[in-house]
Nanobody
Framework: QVQLVESGGGLVQAGGSLRLSCAASGRTFSSYAMGWFRQAPGKEREFVATINWSGGITRYADSVKGRFTISRDNAKNTVYLQMDSLKLEDTAVYYC?????????????????WGQGTQVTVSS
């Protein structure tokens, strides 16, 4: 069982930056692939970024490529999402997710554990 708690969301102006954190419980964090997803009002949840157990492999949605960076610190049981050059359309609730896997995934249905979400609002 893994419990995930996101933090770091907030209100930021367009062009600004935020760093989201997701702290995981348990002693087997390094066994899990991690992902970030987001859901804007009236829209379906969408993939943002994923990282494999070691941090050696990352993948991004085209909409955030070059602006967002996913990373992890297995010693701290934490995964991060650094968001730079934020746009109005990045406004959403951001969720981290975990799946016990040596790989990675951009598919929400593959993930077994989810955090409660953190709101990111980008203003003009």
């Amino acid at each position: 069982q893994v419990q995930l708690v996101e933090s770091g969301g907030g209100l930021v102006q367009a062009g600004g930056s935020l760093r989201l954190s997701c702290a995981a419980s348990g002693r087997t964090f390094s066994s899990y692939a991690m992902g970030w997803f987001r859901q804007a009002p009236g829209k379906e949840r969408e993939f943002v970024a994923t990282i494999n157990w070691s941090g050696g492999i990352t993948r991004y949605a085209d909409s955030v490529k070059g602006r967002f960076t996913i990373s992890r610190d297995n010693a701290k049981n934490t995964v991060y999402l650094q968001m730079d050059s934020l746009k109005l359309e990045d406004t959403a609730v951001y969720y981290c997710a975990a799946v016990r896997s040596a790989g990675y995934s951009s598919t929400a249905a593959r993930y077994d554990y989810w955090g409660q979400g953190t709101q990111v609002t980008v203003s003009s």
